[in-house]
């Protein structure tokens, strides 16, 4: 049984709710799961987990740059042991581009570090036009109406397949 890190950076909270159904999943499994904000991961926690997780969300075609920072930070500390990460954004919701071969903000993401994750994760994220300021909601909007996503104003939807999230908590423990 192993001691697993899930090291998380959202915005709107979605990203936490992913990573408390991996962690979940993980338990039950028999594993020891902590989740913690990638901002408070420190260099002994890394230390001390079997297995290191990241997932991280998109906004505005980006991962934070705290993930950036945290990856180049601890490279080594991830590679040496089983390392995973999952990034969670809505063009995921398009079958086509749903994977870890077919997402183009996660191939864009690998081109962009050195580090080589040994699991990768897509998962579609959550759309909730009441959590967003003005500009973000007329923006997304705008977003959703030319990829012809939900626009109206009350719209609150989960694109989230969570059998696709039980089975990469699944990978990662059997890593
Ligand atoms: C301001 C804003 C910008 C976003 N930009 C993108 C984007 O460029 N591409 C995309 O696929 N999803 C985008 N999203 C959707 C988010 O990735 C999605 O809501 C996700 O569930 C957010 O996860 P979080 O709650 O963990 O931050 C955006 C959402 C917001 C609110």
Known sequence: MKRILIAYSTTDGHTVKICSRLQSALEAAGHTVSVVPIAETGREMLEQSDTVVIGASIRYGKHQPQVYEFIAEHQALLDGRPNAFFTV???ARKPEKSTPETNPYLLKFLKQINWKPKQLGVFAGRINYSLYGFLDRTMIRFI???TKGPTAADT?????DWARVE???KQVGDM
Do not use: G, L, S
Request: charged share 15%.
């Open 167 to 169: 089975a990469f908590a």
């Open 89 to 91: 954004n809505v063009v």
């Open 144 to 146: 959703m109406w030319m």
């Open 156 to 160: 609150d939807i989960e694109f989230t």
